[in-house]
């Protein structure tokens, strides 16, 4: 694949080596002519001085035939527009930007960015992993067909304790994949399957359904 | 000194005649091997294996231009094309892997923006090079 | 006409106070509040603290009753970025963008936003006055 990183901060960095250790065509566009020195002298000519918002630089590292531009610079701005660019100029099937702020999400897919990566949501779901005051968590989400994959906590006292997967009050949507008792090792469940205290259930939902999906695992 | 591997960088100018005639007298003595190479560079707008017929066609009449160079003096040299996003690291990276003793290259003057110019290639080659580098500036 | 500039500078605060003098309802935001001081004594609009490029900020400047939102910052992109939120989140009816980069500007302008390109603009000026 050939991959376009645009902005040469540590996450363009690592995220260059990363690719280029997975044997990708990779070229990094830095407008830090200092940046693109120490880049070039220790990987070679995989970067790019310029800026990577302008349609004349990705016509000129040929943008028209990557596979995928990822815009990592420290501006939600910069990234938004570097991504629409190579959509809209070049054609670019597949784009991904990082976004400083969570808020972004939600307009960079209005404006048809395929996948953004907010730092701050995943550091937050990482917490809501650990913090059992938030049961369910966002695994991954299928945008395209609004569906999410999310793993459910089963707390002390849930009042589905000790009931069968067939008499939980499932919402049509949703569908159970795994359990992991706390113990380990998981099962398929089966509507005979028991829950209990400190399950970890991993369930395919839509959005809507994920509140009563929630409350049907864990009781009221 | 002892020049058993010579290489030879070449991209079509005069003064790549003369650096010929001088690698090949230097070469002759040790009973060395001169490679000559052209480097194509391939633009990002084109995978790196890119056959670009007009480009391989002007390095395939460079190339027989220095060979004929190196009969006149009465040597042999043995010819080769790379493609690359850059010349400089092409020369540095073939120097490396051939393991040559010398890389000898000639260059034009040149000016860019009115100022004399030694332009990326030679510089690079200068700071990167595993092996002494000869200059002939025509 | 109620109406949110983005970015007091020259062009910023020589417009709001135009605008203002046209008995329009203007706010302006900036992200430094040094800016303001380029508005005149006589401007009767709001100025507000705010990053355009932030929602909330966004909102609580009013974005959702706005008849016109128009950015006017030193950066194309954060620029573009406002008008894209003010049109496609908050459904403002017109957006209006200075974008430097003229190939920038005509993207944008292909993609719905009302645009200028000062570049482009005071090229052809000049090249104007000098055909005469």
């Known amino acids: ?220 | 000194m002892e020049f058993k591997k010579v290489l030879v960088p070449v991209v079509g100018t005069e003064a790549d005649e003369e650096a010929m005639r001088l690698a090949c007298r230097l070469a002759k003595k040790d009973k060395g091997k001169i490679w000559s190479v052209f480097v194509v560079a391939i633009k990002r707008a084109l995978p790196l294996d890119a056959e670009i017929e007009s480009e391989i066609k002007k390095a395939e009449e460079i190339l027989d231009r220095v060979e004929s160079i190196a009969t006149e003096e009465d040597y042999e040299t043995e010819t080769d094309i790379l493609q690359a996003r850059e010349v400089g690291p092409a020369i540095v990276d073939e120097a490396v892997e051939r393991g040559v003793d010398l890389i000898l290259m000639g260059i034009a003057y040149k000016q860019r923006f009115g100022q004399f110019s030694l332009g990326n290639v030679v510089p690079y080659v200068l700071k990167n090079s595993p092996c002494p580098v000869i200059l002939y500036q025509q | ?132």
């Not at chain 1, 830090?32 to 990577?52: H, L, W």
């Not at chain 1, 399957?193 to 970890?200: A, F, L, P, S």
């Not at chain 3, 910023?12 to 508005?39: C, K, M, P």
């Not at chain 3, 966004?58 to 016109?68: C, F, S, Y």
């Open chain 3, 1 to 132: 006409m109620k109406i949110l500039i983005m970015g007091c500078g020259r062009v910023g605060a020589r417009l709001a106070s135009l605008l203002d003098e046209d008995g329009h309802n203007v706010t302006i935001l900036d992200t430094d509040t040094y800016s303001f001081r380029r508005l005149p004594p006589s401007f009767g609009g709001t100025a507000l603290f705010g990053n355009g490029i932030d929602e909330e900020a966004l909102k609580k400047a009013g974005v959702e009753d706005m008849d016109i939102f128009i950015a006017v910052t030193q950066g194309d992109n954060r620029n573009v970025m406002a008008c894209q939120l003010a049109r496609h989140i908050f459904n403002v009816p017109r957006v209006m963008c200075r974008i430097y980069d003229p190939l920038r500007e005509e993207m944008y302008s292909a993609l719905g936003l009302e645009t200028v390109s000062p570049t482009k603009v005071m090229a052809e000026l000049f090249r104007d006055k000098i055909k005469g």
């Open chain 1, 1 to 220: 694949m050939y991959i376009i990183v645009v902005g040469g901060g540590r996450v363009g960095y690592y995220l260059l080596k990363a690719l280029l250790n997975e044997g990708h065509e990779v070229l990094l566009i830095e407008k830090d002519p200092r940046i693109c020195k120490t880049i070039t002298d220790e990987m070679g000519s995989v970067c790019f001085r310029g800026d990577g918002c302008e349609a004349a630089v990705l016509a000129e590292v040929g943008t028209g035939r990557a596979d995928m531009l990822v815009a990592v610079t420290g501006d939600d701005e910069d990234n938004l527009v570097s991504c629409q660019v190579a959509k809209h100029k070049h054609n670019v099937p597949r784009t991904i930007a990082r976004i400083r702020n969570p808020l972004n999400a939600v307009l960079f897919k209005k404006l048809g960015i395929d996948v953004t990566v907010s730092s701050t949501d995943i550091i937050l779901e990482s917490i809501e992993r650990e913090v059992p005051t938030h049961p369910l968590t966002h695994l991954l989400t299928f945008e395209d067909k609004d569906l999410a994959l999310v793993d459910v906590k089963i707390p002390a006292g849930s009042t589905t304790i000790g009931k069968t997967v067939k008499d939980l009050d499932l919402p049509r949507e949703s569908n159970l994949a795994l359990i992991i008792p706390s113990e380990g090792g998981a099962r398929t469940p089966t509507p005979a399957t028991v829950i209990n205290e400190g399950d970890q259930i991993i369930a395919v939902t839509t959005r809507e359904s994920e509140d009563l999906l929630r409350a049907a695992l864990m009781g009221a």
